[in-house]
Each structure stands twice: as C-alpha cells, then as structure tokens.
C-alpha cells in the first residue's frame, strides 16, 4: 500500500499554499517552509521515548521521596551561623579563584580569539587550526579539567584557578573572535589603506570596538565561574564548595544553607554589577 | 606637472564572469581633481580600489608615484598605502573612539613596533591633527566619541583622517552618497579646498552629475567598464551624457519623467 506522507502527517505538507488557494482561502506562510523543524521534532520524541525505557526510571519511588525534598529544605532553611569564619574565609577563596582565572583567561583569550578571528590576520589556515583547538578543549568540561590539573598539580586552588582558566580561555577565545568578526570589513579596509600593519590596525581599531562586548562577556563568565568555583570544591580544589558538601555529608544542613545562600547572593550582585557597567560601557 | 597615477591597458574581470574594467588607460598630474561619472555596476568602485590594490587587478599595470602597485606585497604595499588617502561613503571610522584617535589612524602607517601597536603617537602628530580639525572646523569635538557626530561631521572626520597620512592622491569612494544636499555640498567644497592647498590629486566617484559638473577639473566617463569620455566638465555633451548613462540628461535630474522611478530603484 503507498501511503502518502504529506497526506497522513499534516506538519509534513509543502503544499499549504495551493492547498489554501483551492478551498478559497488566502495562504499566509512562506513558499519555502523548513521542513528539518518537523524532522528534528520528530527526532527530539523518539529518542525522549528511547531515553525513558533506557533509563528504567521508578516513579511510583520518586513520587514517594518528594515529601523529603521539603524536610531538606526545611533544615536548609535554619541557617546556622557559628561556622561563619570558615565559611566566609572559603568564599573569599572562591572569590579570588573565579576572578584570577577570569583575569589570566581574558588576556589569553584576547590573544587567541584574535588568531581564531578571520579578518584580523587573513589567514584562514591559523583561524581554523585555532578554533578547532579550542572547540575541543571546550568539549571537555570544567570539572574534568580541575580533575586533571589536581592530578597534575596537586590538592589546592591552583588546580582550581588551571583548570578553569582552560575552559574560560576556550570560551573566550570562541566568543571574542566572533565580537571581532562582527566589526565591519569597511572599518579595517579603512585602516588597512592607511598602511597600518594588522597588528596595529587590531590594537587601535578591532580592539577598542569590540571592548564593550569584551566587558559583556567576561561579566557573564565571571558569574558562572565563580558558581563553577561551588562545584569545584567538592572534587577538591578549594573554596566554598568544599564547605558545602562537606557540611552535607556531615547533615550540617544548617552550615549548607549559610553557604549556599551566600553563593546565591555574590552571584547576583556580580551579575547586577556588570549589568551597570556595561550600561556604562555601551 | 608630473603624473602621479597612471593604468596602463588594465582590465579586472572577476570569477563570476563580470568584466569590470576593459583595457581602462589615463594618467592623473598632480593638482587635478579627477571625478568618475557612471551608472551602478560601470567598475567605477573597482577603478579606485585598483589604485591602492583592495582590489587586485587581473591585466595591464597600476603605476602610482612611479611605482607597479600589483608588484607590490607585505611592507612595500604598507608604505605605497599611506601615500593614498582614501574616503568612504560610510565614513568607517572606529565609534567607540575619540573623535581625534580616529584622525590620528592616519599616522599609524608611519609608525613601526611597539608604537605603531599601541598607538603612542607623538605629540607632533597630536597637534597636526589638532590644526586639522581646527581647519576642517571641528576643533570642539576632538574629544567627543565619533559615534556623536552627525554624517556631515564623521564625513569631515574622514576627511581629516586621510589628509592625516600626508597623502599625494586622495581616493573618495562615493563621499557624498548618503549625505543631506546641504552636508554633501559642505564637504565637496571641503574636498576641494583641502586638496588644493596642499597640491594632492583627487579622484572622486560620484553619482551626481551636477555635482561632478561644478567641482572638477576632468571627468572621466564610464560605461560598461570601459572609459568613453575624458576631458574637462565643458566638453561633456548631451550625446556624450548619454552614452555614458544609457538614458537622456533631462532623465538623470529629478523628477524627470519616464523610466526615472525604476532607473533610481535599480541604483539603490
């Protein structure tokens, strides 16, 4: 039998517009329709249903466990401030971690993304070789390299400030070079016609455009960083992660919630505050 | 007068098939203020990026101040660069930047190393460009962000800029295409001015005939990528207009009737 696809599955039909047309009615939509949308939608509810029978998941049990998720935050909720000097020691310890890492990132990320970036050296073989070796190293993620810098380098935040610096790096070498792309070819023709060198002409032109969305950026990652930083501690690279989950293996809810509420607040006041200074910036 | 630039048989046809420029020959002397008449997609923007090789040409020879520029690479192309000052229609300045740093990019072919990386200029060329915007009449805004000016002032900008590399020709790619009458008429006397008090030779690509008519010394016509007049602005004639823009002059001045809607819809 020979079923026709677009007739049994409405989303599948190209045809709307004619479609219309004969029943009287005026077509609204594009002539040419995506027809990958309904493809990956498809795509997307098949492997859901895949991933469901894979994983074998008991919810009748989880039903029965969600009464404890209120008891834990119940005793999160009693905050318990004797601990307060280890507590507030270890988060400016995370503090200094997510900032150093961010500051060695920005300059290394600099310099990278202006070899990754295609119009500042015109070298489309340095560009790729760049981007594609970041793209892997930022395939990998964060937790990953901490692990292996602590392998590398021992228990401590030099791990942490390594191992992050990796992943930022990555980061910002993919996210500036696409700011730098983003200044008009016209601009850099300009200078290039005044027989600046490329070098120059990225210093005083590339650059300074492109250091609002610079700011933007290292704002944004700054901020994840330094939550970043709560998950690191717990495999051992210092910080107020270490705090956390140690107080939760030793059912010291109340510790727990004075750090993770504390982690709460410095991630938003560092988003607040960037969001003013590029306000300033822009 | 010397000639300062000269095409000798150059052509340009690019990979699609358009042959820009056919066996394009002139020579342009010191002094002369050289407007570029012609409909969209004539090779006028190709002629002027031949000269200072934005554009690399594919037959024949560029000779700019007695030098071959297709010959030329790496520094050697640097240094024949700054002699050719250059002027857009988007002005194309650095926004984020001062008003003044965006004059002073002018000097950064002149400056090597670390200086020419980190843009130390020398208070020489601070001042030059001080005296620069004080003549083109902007001396208030050197310190405003070039983002704040309006298109007359980013345009004058651009001006001082490429007057900045101490220039022997100036190249203006359109200049008054996106200006208000007004503004457009400010910086063509501009143009006009500055290029002769200091004795530099000017191309100017223009869309507007009248406007080629009253400010230069030689027009040069083309059609099709080939050059079909040459002379100073009294010797172009009704005939010679129409063959160059395919259409009668009384069509190329607004409101003109006919095809003039489409013909101005096509060159948008």
Same mark, same amino acid.
């Given at each position: 039998?020979?079923?026709?696809?677009?007739?049994?599955?409405?989303?599948?039909?190209?045809?709307?517009?004619?479609?219309?047309?004969?029943?009287?009615?005026?077509?609204?939509?594009?002539?040419?329709?995506?027809?990958?949308?309904?493809?990956?939608?498809?795509?997307?509810?098949?492997?859901?249903?895949?991933?469901?029978?894979?994983?074998?998941?008991?919810?009748?049990?989880?039903?029965?466990?969600?009464?404890?998720?209120?008891?834990?935050?119940?005793?999160?909720?009693?905050?318990?401030?004797?601990?307060?000097?280890?507590?507030?020691?270890?988060?400016?310890?995370?503090?200094?971690?997510?900032?150093?890492?961010?500051?060695?990132?920005?300059?290394?990320?600099?310099?990278?993304?202006?070899?990754?970036?295609?119009?500042?050296?015109?070298?489309?073989?340095?560009?790729?070789?760049?981007?594609?070796?970041?793209?892997?190293?930022?395939?990998?993620?964060?937790?990953?390299?901490?692990?292996?810098?602590?392998?590398?380098?021992?228990?401590?935040?030099?791990?942490?400030?390594?191992?992050?610096?990796?992943?930022?790096?990555?980061?910002?070498?993919?996210?500036?070079?696409?700011?730098?792309?983003?200044?008009?070819?016209?601009?850099?023709?300009?200078?290039?016609?005044?027989?600046?060198?490329?070098?120059?002409?990225?210093?005083?032109?590339?650059?300074?455009?492109?250091?609002?969305?610079?700011?933007?950026?290292?704002?944004?990652?700054?901020?994840?960083?330094?939550?970043?930083?709560?998950?690191?501690?717990?495999?051992?690279?210092?910080?107020?992660?270490?705090?956390?989950?140690?107080?939760?293996?030793?059912?010291?809810?109340?510790?727990?919630?004075?750090?993770?509420?504390?982690?709460?607040?410095?991630?938003?006041?560092?988003?607040?505050?960037?969001?003013?200074?590029?306000?300033?910036?822009? | 007068?010397?000639?300062?630039?000269?095409?000798?048989?150059?052509?340009?046809?690019?990979?699609?098939?358009?042959?820009?420029?056919?066996?394009?020959?002139?020579?342009?002397?010191?002094?002369?203020?050289?407007?570029?008449?012609?409909?969209?997609?004539?090779?006028?923007?190709?002629?002027?990026?031949?000269?200072?090789?934005?554009?690399?040409?594919?037959?024949?020879?560029?000779?700019?101040?007695?030098?071959?520029?297709?010959?030329?690479?790496?520094?050697?192309?640097?240094?024949?660069?700054?002699?050719?000052?250059?002027?857009?229609?988007?002005?194309?300045?650095?926004?984020?930047?001062?008003?003044?740093?965006?004059?002073?990019?002018?000097?950064?072919?002149?400056?090597?190393?670390?200086?020419?990386?980190?843009?130390?200029?020398?208070?020489?060329?601070?001042?030059?460009?001080?005296?620069? &915007?004080?003549? +083109?009449?902007? =001396?208030?805004?050197?310190?405003? %962000?070039?983002?704040? /000016? $309006?298109? *007359?002032?980013?345009?004058?900008?651009?001006?001082?800029?490429?007057?900045?590399?101490?220039?022997?020709?100036?190249?203006?790619?359109?200049?008054?295409?996106?200006?208000?009458?007004?503004?457009?008429?400010?910086?063509?006397?501009?143009?006009?001015?500055?290029?002769?008090?200091?004795?530099?030779?000017?191309?100017?690509? &223009?869309?507007? +005939?009248?406007? =080629?008519?009253?400010?230069?010394? %030689?027009?040069?016509? /083309? $059609?099709? *990528?080939?050059?079909?007049?040459?002379?100073?602005?009294?010797?172009?004639?009704?005939?010679?207009?129409?063959?160059?823009?395919?259409?009668?002059?009384?069509?190329?001045?607004?409101?003109?009737?006919?095809?003039?809607?489409?013909?101005?819809?096509?060159?948008?």
């Amino acid at each position: 039998m020979n079923i026709d696809l677009t007739q049994a599955c409405p989303v599948l039909r190209n045809r709307t517009e004619e479609n219309d047309r004969e029943k009287g009615r005026i077509p609204v939509k594009c002539r040419q329709r995506n027809r990958f949308i309904p493809v990956f939608l498809i795509g997307v509810a098949v492997l859901s249903v895949l991933s469901l029978l894979y994983l074998e998941i008991d919810w009748l049990k989880m039903a029965s466990r969600v009464g404890d998720i209120g008891v834990v935050f119940w005793d999160l909720a009693h905050l318990d401030f004797s601990n307060m000097d280890l507590i507030l020691s270890s988060l400016v310890e995370t503090i200094s971690i997510a900032v150093l890492s961010l500051l060695y990132s920005l300059i290394l990320g600099i310099v990278f993304g202006m070899l990754a970036a295609r119009n500042v050296f015109r070298i489309p073989v340095l560009s790729v070789v760049t981007q594609s070796f970041f793209t892997f190293l930022r395939a990998v993620p964060t937790p990953v390299w901490v692990l292996l810098m602590l392998v590398c380098l021992g228990m401590g935040p030099e791990a942490g400030v390594a191992g992050l610096c990796v992943h930022t790096t990555a980061f910002f070498t993919k996210s500036f070079a696409q700011s730098f792309e983003s200044i008009p070819d016209e601009t850099i023709e300009a200078l290039e016609v005044t027989g600046a060198s490329r070098l120059s002409i990225f210093m005083n032109a590339v650059l300074p455009a492109a250091l609002s969305q610079i700011v933007a950026w290292a704002g944004m990652r700054l901020e994840t960083n330094f939550s970043e930083c709560a998950i690191l501690g717990m495999v051992g690279a210092g910080g107020i992660g270490y705090v956390i989950s140690n107080s939760l293996q030793g059912y010291d809810y109340g510790a727990a919630g004075v750090a993770i509420l504390l982690v709460f607040l410095v991630a938003y006041c560092i988003e607040r505050g960037f969001v003013r200074i590029k306000k300033k910036f822009s | 007068m010397k000639p300062i630039l000269k095409f000798d048989n150059v052509s340009k046809h690019y990979p699609n098939g358009v042959h820009a420029l056919k066996d394009v020959s002139f020579e342009v002397r010191e002094g002369e203020f050289v407007s570029v008449i012609g409909p969209s997609g004539s090779g006028k923007s190709t002629l002027l990026r031949a000269i200072n090789r934005l554009i690399p040409i594919s037959g024949g020879t560029v000779w700019l101040d007695g030098q071959a520029v297709s010959a030329l690479r790496g520094r050697s192309l640097r240094q024949l660069r700054r002699r050719v000052g250059m002027i857009f229609q988007n002005y194309n300045l650095v926004y984020s930047l001062s008003v003044l740093q965006n004059v002073l990019h002018g000097r950064l072919g002149y400056m090597g190393g670390v200086k020419g990386i980190f843009g130390l200029y020398s208070e020489e060329d601070k001042q030059g460009g001080l005296d620069l &915007l004080e003549e +083109l009449g902007l =001396a208030d805004f050197a310190y405003n %962000r070039a983002s704040d /000016l $309006s298109g *007359g002032q980013k345009q004058r900008v651009g001006i001082a800029r490429a007057i900045m590399q101490g220039p022997k020709l100036l190249l203006c790619d359109e200049p008054i295409a996106s200006l208000d009458p007004s503004s457009a008429k400010t910086i063509m006397d501009l143009l006009r001015y500055m290029t002769r008090r200091r004795n530099i030779a000017c191309i100017v690509n &223009l869309h507007q +005939l009248d406007v =080629a008519l009253k400010y230069s010394t %030689r027009i040069i016509g /083309l $059609s099709k *990528g080939e050059i079909v007049f040459d002379g100073p602005p009294e010797q172009l004639d009704d005939a010679t207009i129409e063959r160059i823009y395919g259409t009668s002059r009384e069509n190329l001045m607004m409101g003109g009737n006919r095809d003039d809607q489409t013909d101005t819809a096509d060159c948008a």
